[in-house]
């Protein structure tokens, strides 16, 4: 197994009083996509300065494709591209300009500046405006224009704060579209930091939930779920003619059916107390002689879990 | 150092900067008024109050209270020469520091106060450029465009006043040699005084319009060489530009290390 592309041990960063980054380790392999979830101030864009060698750590240590972001701070950012929470564009100038100042700060070979920003403005859909100043364009334009400067040199290490905070459905479906692109496709590998947890499901490898500066979890998104959503919504669909009959037997059993059970039409819609409590609640069914159609569990989701680690308050 | 990326942030902070009315506007018409509109108001000055018939006592009365010095400078003109030189090659010598401090100090708080408020400056910061890149390149760029624009504004003054002053004068007298050693010595340590102390200014201020006003302040020094040419405590010789450029440079050192210490990608970061 290859080493980590980014190690992280004992991490802390404190300001003040406060540890905006409190003990953290973890570790994220070549060519995934890593989520970093938690709510405003859980210390996602402090970890990126810190793994970026932008601020220095209190104590503890990172080491990004194998560089110590303490001491070499220069040679790490040389293979990292980050986008910011705000595209942090200058607006006074073109997208055309803007990428090639970054070429020249990343020290993309001078022979292929030029193709290398057309090249850039055509796989992000700018090239048409390519020539006017960023002030004028929409928000998702500027956040397509930052990732696009993020990727102007190529990194082996992307990391993006919030992608899609500012960004209509659309232009937000496009970014992850484009991150997944990056990842599976061309090997980068993406530490993404959001809180946009439906996103980070669908196309994150594994997630680090923080709080307060915390790693307060770590694991696939399903890993998350089963380990943190213990109860289980489950859909019921039995012969119509029983229906009464189920409806009956179900709110006679409290030790596996938590709550109300709702009716949709044939569809019987429950929580149960755990996915051990399936097996259990097919043999009380048959026992009953019902006829069961179908049963069907619903995947708990990152929502669940944040809101699981959080007591439900967040 | 990476110069290509030196150079690279110099070329960008011109061209966003030369965008900028705030920065702009006082580049174009402080040398208008001062170099070009001025030399001919003081070249005609003392034909026109001949003329109007108003006693030109004040000029003898302002020439009394002159160090001897410069009443030797002044030896060999008659008493409209005498004004017409006093106001064109050393009243204004002091004035034309102002040029230098200005424009170094309107860019420089462009260039880092500017970036904080634009929201460029974060992106930058999480480049592979160093801090000292970053440092020189931002010093450099307001430094070199003070200088270039202060030798520029020097040389258009040089030719206006030698033709304002033609009637009167009838050859060449300007640049004399505390002139140039103005320009070529006193010039650069200003500049360089006027952007060390902005980028001092710009670590705490929240935009350009803040550190321009709170750096202005650093203009202070040069009215004070000013009123003193005024009124006759001292007045700019060769010897006297020589030591002031050297005082200036050599705050600027002592400043330049403090600054160079206190400008921090970590700390930068941290004031966003």
């Not at chain 2, 904080?116 to 440092?135: G, Q, S, V």
């Not at chain 2, 010039?187 to 005084?193: R, S």
Request: proline content about 4%.
């Amino acid at each position: 197994m290859t080493s980590p592309v980014i190690q992280i041990s004992s991490l802390t960063r404190r300001f003040g009083e406060k540890n905006a980054v409190d003990e953290l380790t973890l570790d994220v392999q070549a060519g995934e996509i890593f989520g970093f979830l938690g709510h405003n101030g859980a210390g996602k864009t402090t970890t990126v300065r810190l793994l970026n060698g932008v601020i220095e750590a209190t104590s503890g240590s990172a080491r990004v494709l194998g560089l110590d972001s303490r001491v070499d701070g220069s040679a790490l950012r040389a293979r990292t591209g980050v986008l910011t929470e705000t595209p942090s564009l200058d607006e006074r100038l073109t997208a055309r300009d803007n990428l090639a100042f970054y070429a020249e700060l990343y020290s993309v070979p001078r022979a292929n500046v030029k193709q290398r920003v057309e090249s850039i403005l055509q796989d992000f859909d700018l090239a048409d405006r390519a020539d006017e100043k960023v002030g004028g364009y929409s928000k998702g334009m500027k956040q397509r224009l930052a990732l696009a400067r993020s990727l102007i040199h190529k990194p082996d290490v992307l990391f993006l704060d919030e992608p899609t905070a500012a960004l209509d459905p659309v232009a937000a479906r496009y970014v992850n579209d484009l991150v997944e692109h990056l990842a599976r496709r061309e090997g980068c590998t993406v530490f993404l930091c959001t809180h946009n947890l439906v996103e980070a499901q669908r196309i994150c490898d594994r997630v680090a939930v923080m709080e307060h500066g915390k790693l307060v979890a770590l694991g696939t998104p399903s890993e998350l779920t089963r380990q943190y959503v213990k109860r289980l919504d489950v859909d019921l669909e039995v012969d119509p003619a029983q229906m009464e009959l189920a409806l009956q037997t179900l709110q006679s059993i409290p030790q596996l059916v938590i709550g109300s059970v709702k009716q949709e039409k044939d569809i019987l819609t429950m929580t149960l107390s755990g996915r051990e409590a399936i097996p259990e609640l097919v043999s009380v069914l048959h026992q009953k002689g019902l006829r069961i159609y179908r049963l069907a569990p619903q995947e708990a989701n990152l929502e669940e879990v944040y809101f699981a680690l959080n007591g439900g308050t967040q | 150092m990476n110069t290509r990326a030196i150079t690279a942030i110099v070329r960008k902070d011109l061209k966003v900067a030369m965008q900028n009315k705030g920065v702009v506007l006082p580049i174009i018409i402080l040398p208008l008024i001062l170099f070009i509109i001025f030399p001919w108001i003081m070249a005609y000055a003392p034909q026109m109050a001949s003329a109007s018939g108003a006693p030109v006592n004040n000029v003898d009365e302002l020439l009394k209270r002159m160090p001897a010095g410069l009443l030797d400078e002044l030896d060999g003109y008659n008493e409209e020469q005498q004004m017409v030189v006093f106001s064109l090659v050393y009243m204004l010598a002091p004035m034309f520091l102002i040029m230098p401090l200005m424009v170094s100090s309107v860019f420089a708080a462009d260039s880092f106060a500017g970036e904080k408020e634009r929201k460029t400056l974060e992106a930058l910061l999480y480049t592979p450029t160093t801090d000292r890149e970053l440092f020189v390149a931002k010093l450099a760029g307001a430094w070199i465009t003070a200088v270039s624009v202060a030798l520029l504004s020097f040389i258009v003054y040089a030719v206006m006043v030698n033709a304002a002053a033609w009637q009167s004068i009838g050859h060449i007298f300007f640049p004399n040699w505390m002139w140039i050693v103005l320009v070529l010595w006193v010039t650069p340590a200003v500049a360089g005084l006027g952007l060390v102390v902005m980028v001092f200014v710009s670590v705490r201020a929240q935009g350009f319009q803040d550190a321009y006003q709170t750096g202005g302040l650093v203009v202070l020094p040069v009215l004070a060489l000013m009123i003193g040419q005024i009124s006759g405590v001292m007045y700019f010789s060769l010897g006297v530009v020589l030591f002031v450029g050297l005082i200036v440079w050599l705050i600027d050192a002592v400043l330049l290390w403090f600054a160079s210490k206190s400008f921090r990608r970590g700390e930068l970061m941290t004031r966003l």
